[in-house]
């Protein structure tokens, strides 16, 4: 897991695509969160197959490969938001981000509204209907966006290196 970090901040070491990229820093500068804070590649769910017998360095690889990830937990003062970025909104998407909310609330025991928001640049057919239907926000973004301005800029975190593995935030771990 990458983070905190500031809402606006991409860092440069997530798995996301590059498109998934775009997509994700079009959506911050378009919807400004002042008091969010993010975290990338949120590991959850169990691994597959056996780490036994495995050297150190392999089994802590064998540890994070082998679970998914969420591409972007949102925080705020008053909620959590599960977040699926994708280069095309599809039942795919749809699907993760089911499984990507009931895991996060079974292992982070959070206390405050989980929201799920699939956030693209290319809408599916169906796939609004669906959504609005299960509860989950579909947020379609334009890539035609003017640049980052200094009130909802967006940071490439760059070589600065981000806080791996930090832990959950205090308010997500203890539901304040």
């Known amino acids: 897991m990458i983070g905190p970090v500031p809402y606006g901040v991409l860092p440069n070491t997530t798995h996301l695509s590059l498109r998934e990229k775009a997509i994700w820093a079009a959506f911050m500068r378009a919807n400004p969160l002042p008091e969010a804070k993010c975290f990338y590649d949120v590991e959850v769910g169990s691994i597959r197959g056996s780490v036994e017998g ?33 280069g095309e909104a599809t039942t795919k998407a ?13 292992e982070w025991s959070i206390k405050k509204p989980v929201l799920n928001w699939i956030v693209t ?55 304040a």
């Not at 089994?59 to 994070?64: F, L, Q, S």
């Not at 749809?94 to 079974?106: F, H, N, P, S, V």
């Not at 609004?128 to 640049?147: A, D, Q, T």
């Open 54 to 86: 495995l050297k150190p360095e392999w089994e802590k690889n064998a540890r994070y490969l082998g679970k998914y990830k969420i591409d972007v937990v949102v925080e705020t003062p008053g909620w959590v938001c599960v977040i699926e970025v994708k």
């Open 121 to 175: 640049d290319e809408e599916m057919p169906d796939i609004r209907r669906v959504c609005e239907k299960e509860g989950v926000e579909l947020r379609v973004v334009s890539m035609l966006l003017s640049p980052p301005t200094k009130d909802a800029p967006v940071e490439d975190a760059g070589n600065k290196k981000p806080k791996e593995d930090a832990g959950k935030s205090e308010a997500i771990a203890t539901g």
């Open 94 to 106: 749809l699907g993760e981000i089911w499984l990507y909310d009931d895991l996060l609330r079974e």
